[in-house]
């Protein structure tokens, strides 16, 4: 009796152990790097640093060459073999220096949407590690659920766009690509939500009820989902190069602060480093967040 009782407790201590490994997961922020041949080459460091912990996957959230270095498809190969020294699956956010700011003459004066679409064929087409579904039309946007938790990437570069045709369809594409994502939030399977861009949205001044906000457009519709969806949400950006966790998002109608939405902003030349997320979905407070500068020495 007793030795059934034993096995028993170590079947059921078993079976806890494999469900908390299932709730639980780590994974690499970095981006708006590298802006210099010295940064190329400690990206290579930062990458072998992230080799050595057992992370599911490295996210890159844009911006992988200065806003004045050439936008041309020698140095998007030579990004393309950076990033291929990543030992963890790697995904890939565009950020603006990547695309949109390529019309300055510095960078090759370039038409940004050519530009954009050279990105999508080279970082973007090819078959991914992860279990990645790609927007039609837009190959940059991706989603994927991984141990109870939905991620979303979604192209949001820091400069204006454009108010054209192509512009307005990038906005289309980007929300639409939430909606649908927002929809498959199953609270049976998803208890927890990241959504991944490049750009500094303005957290503050929409919070304020700023009408000129560069994304008010975008952040209207996360302060729709935190108001409609209370499950933690983690937003995760770059743009201003400066590391920091917080709770920045307002609901300008009624300046109801979100608690359960966290932002994590990323390092950024050339304050270089890495952050550690560590995931526990079944946890109330899921998120926790590990800086790791990068030494220049």
Not at 55 to 82: T, V
Not at 271 to 296: E, H, I, M, N
């Amino acid at each position: 009796m007793f030795r059934r009782l034993k096995r028993s407790l170590l079947l059921l201590a078993a079976v806890t152990l494999a469900a908390q490994a299932d709730d639980r997961l780590s994974f690499a922020v970095w981006g708006d790097m590298p802006y210099s041949r010295v940064e190329r080459e400690l990206a290579v460091d930062l990458l072998t640093e992230q080799s050595r912990q057992p992370l599911a996957f490295s996210l890159h959230i844009g911006d992988l060459k200065s806003g004045n270095q050439p936008c041309d498809d020698a140095l998007f190969a030579d990004r393309q073999a950076l990033l291929a020294h990543s030992r963890h699956p790697l995904v890939l956010l565009p950020g603006d220096n990547d695309w949109l700011d390529c019309a300055r003459p510095s960078a090759g004066g370039h038409d940004p949407f050519e530009r954009l679409q050279a990105l999508r064929r080279r970082f973007f087409s090819a078959p991914a590690s992860l279990p990645l579904q790609r927007q039609e039309g837009a190959p940059e946007n991706v989603r994927w659920i991984r141990n109870g938790v939905l991620f979303i990437a979604v192209n949001l570069p820091g400069s204006p766009l454009p108010d054209n045709a192509a512009g307005r369809a990038l906005r289309r594409n980007v929300l639409d690509w939430l909606d649908e994502s927002a929809a498959q939030a199953d609270p049976q399977t998803v208890r927890a939500t990241v959504i991944a861009f490049h750009a500094h949205p303005g957290f503050a001044a929409h919070g304020r009820g700023g009408v000129s906000v560069r994304h008010a457009w975008f952040l209207d519709r996360l302060v729709a989902w935190a108001k409609h969806d209370r499950r933690p949400l983690l937003l995760i950006h770059g743009d201003t190069h400066t590391y920091r966790a917080d709770k920045p998002l307002v609901d300008p109608a009624t300046g109801e602060r979100f608690e359960h939405v966290t932002r994590l902003e990323s390092h950024g030349s050339p304050w270089l480093g890495w952050t550690r997320v560590d995931v526990d979905s079944a946890a109330p407070a899921p998120f926790r967040f590990q800086p790791y500068r990068l030494s220049r020495d």
